[in-house]
């Protein structure tokens, strides 16, 4: 009875630890590293998903390659982590989560505790239309 018991546990233990593929998921705001470090969320410029920071358009050139960290803040934490797209189409992400909170990102955490292999990704549904009546 002890050797069942004890093979329960582990089996079990095993199982919690990451045994089905090591799913990770966080749920944050969806931005890049630049607008996280100086704090612009919603008023993050969409130019630093492509070359990197506020401003880059005016030095980069046609073909030169893309600079983008695209990272996921957690304000629970007060931290992020940078995402690398394995499953999901950066397109996807740009379109559908890109400067947008509660953003889940649905991976496996890398062993340096800051990268998530993404591979699949929720995000909330757009905000609705309203119709405003009245002069401005």
Not at 1 to 10: A, D, P, Q
Not at 80 to 97: D, N, T
Not at 117 to 133: C, G, I, N, Q, R
């Amino acid at each position: 009875m002890r050797r069942v018991l004890l093979g329960l546990l582990t089996a079990g233990l095993l199982f919690a630890s990451g045994g089905e593929k090591g799913e990770f998921e966080k749920k944050g705001f969806l931005t890049t590293e630049w607008c996280a470090q100086n704090d612009l969320f919603i008023d993050c410029r969409l130019e630093s998903y492509h070359c990197g920071h506020e401003g880059c358009y005016r030095n980069w050139l046609p073909g030169e390659p893309e600079k983008m960290a695209m990272v996921l803040y957690v304000h629970d934490e007060g931290k992020y982590y940078y995402i690398e797209p394995k499953g999901v189409h950066v397109s996807e992400l740009l379109e559908k989560a890109a400067n947008r909170n509660e953003v889940t990102i649905i991976g496996r955490l890398k062993e340096d505790g800051k990268t998530i292999e993404a591979s699949e990704f929720k995000a909330p549904p757009p905000p609705k239309k309203s119709f405003f009546k009245g002069c401005l």
